[in-house]
């Protein structure tokens, strides 16, 4: 069935129905449905989406099986991390209150999406899931209506060209949080984990961990340490859990699952304590070495949810590999904080305090209003451990730092003088 077959049975199914949802709705509702940590029955939520149906035809009843279909590619989008919006969801560049007047496909897919998501029992999830989905519903919300809009960000249109670019990023932390990690259906976890036992029992049999089996919790328990510990001492047992983690996860396994290695609930340790190892790399002063490592993981997950990018930018401002930050810029179509501030620092290197210098500088302003006045110690932060921010905080800024900011704009001679300068 072609798409445009689809979607002209689905529109036509809902002016049967009562609630009469728009296309958009619709498309944003099923991709709230894909984000759910359990399946909701079609027979559950086609009555939550479109109320009680009239059929007085068979061609009628056959408008559901287009529905069926269009649920069914929604589904296998989300799988595939193609999380985008609908191209018609677009904001406009000039005045993001134009795409949010009411029935506009941008506001109507915000409201199908967070209809989808209040089948989420919330009760069910821990603070770092719940704090994820908050920042999601935060962001759909903003686009809902222009009021909403207004409300979130006044006459700040970069603040919301921002949060648009980068709402695949929150869906895709809900996504691999909230859906995936306690349902690894990508491999066969009992074949992994019991491999990877045997692995580890065969390495250490001389030692404390002889016939343990090595199960999530003491996994657990083991990364919990490690991850604490941001020195050159927690790199021996980073050493001995990757090479265990490499009995199983081989250059076969990796060629056959790179691009979504973090939808494997398996793959996750092993993520996380190479991209440890490339941080503390870092913080020691091994820029090339957390270069590559960073590198390799962009690779792996191209989603990013580690925000490695965020370390790869500054690293790559630090060694002056100009090039390659902006060729890697050219390829992360974002407005975040992070990328913004790399872009400024690479134009004001390259051109000095050009036109398109000052244009960064202003969008950084809009972007978040604590970011100058704490680079340049007008303002403090309270705390140095941030795990979590919203758009436009301090925290926000915090994170830039922790991830070598600073270092990054020091690195750029003059940068911080001409940061200040009004």
Same mark, same amino acid.
Not at 414 to 422: A, D, E, T
């Given at each position: 069935m072609s798409p445009a077959k689809i979607r002209s049975d689905v529109i036509k199914l809902t002016v049967l129905s009562d609630k009469k949802p728009d296309y958009y709705f619709i498309q944003g509702y099923f991709l709230g449905l894909g984000l759910l940590p359990d399946i909701i029955m079609p027979s559950q939520w086609q009555s939550d989406l479109l109320g009680d149906i009239n059929f007085t035809t $068979?061609?009628? @009843? %056959?408008y559901l099986e287009s529905l069926m279909e269009n649920y069914n590619n929604s589904m296998h989008k989300v799988m595939t991390e193609d999380l985008k919006m609908p191209t018609k969801c677009s904001l406009s560049k000039t005045d993001y209150r134009?795409? @949010?007047k009411a029935n506009m496909p941008l506001p109507n897919y915000c409201k199908g999406a967070l209809q989808a998501l209040k089948f989420? $029992? %919330?009760r069910s999830l821990n603070k770092h899931q719940k704090d994820l989905l908050t920042s999601l519903n935060e962001v759909l919300s903003a686009f809902s209506s222009e009021q909403a809009a207004v409300k979130k960000f006044a006459d700040n249109q970069g603040l919301a060209q921002a949060y648009k670019k980068n709402y695949s990023y929150f869906v895709a932390d809900v996504l691999y949080s909230v859906r995936f990690i306690e349902n690894p259906s990508w491999t066969d976890e009992a074949a992994f984990n019991e491999q990877f036992a045997e692995e580890f029992a065969g390495e250490h049999h001389n030692d404390d961990f002889a016939g343990k089996v090595l199960d999530d919790e003491v996994i657990d328990q083991l990364m919990e340490a490690i991850l604490s510990d941001f020195t050159p001492s927690a790199f021996e047992p980073i050493a001995a859990l990757l090479e265990l983690f490499e009995g199983v996860i081989t250059e076969q396994y990796i060629a056959q699952n790179q691009g979504h290695f973090w939808l494997i609930h398996e793959t996750r340790p092993y993520m996380m304590l190479r991209?440890? #190892?490339a941080q503390i790399n870092a913080l020691q002063g091994n820029i090339q070495y957390a270069i590559d490592e960073f590198e390799a993981l962009w690779q792996l997950n191209p989603m990013d &949810?580690?925000? &490695?990018r965020h370390w790869l930018m500054n690293c790559y401002i630090i060694k002056g590999q100009w090039q390659k930050l902006d060729a890697f810029l050219a390829d992360?179509? /974002?407005e975040e904080l992070h990328a913004t501030a790399s872009r400024a620092l690479s134009e004001f290197h390259k051109h000095g305090d050009s036109s398109k210098a000052k244009q960064y500088k202003k969008q950084l302003k809009q972007l978040n209003k604590h970011f100058i006045k704490i680079l340049t110690g007008q303002e403090k932060l309270k705390s140095e451990e941030f795990h979590f921010y919203s758009p436009g905080s301090k925290?926000?800024?915090?994170i830039y730092l922790n991830s070598l900011g600073k270092q990054a704009w020091i690195a750029t001679e003059? /940068? @911080?003088?001409? @940061? #200040?300068?009004?």
């Open positions: $068979d061609t009628e @009843l %056959k134009d795409s @949010l989420i $029992d %919330k991209a440890h #190892r &949810n580690q925000a &490695n992360f179509d /974002s925290e926000e800024v915090g003059g /940068s @911080l003088f001409w @940061l #200040r300068k009004k």
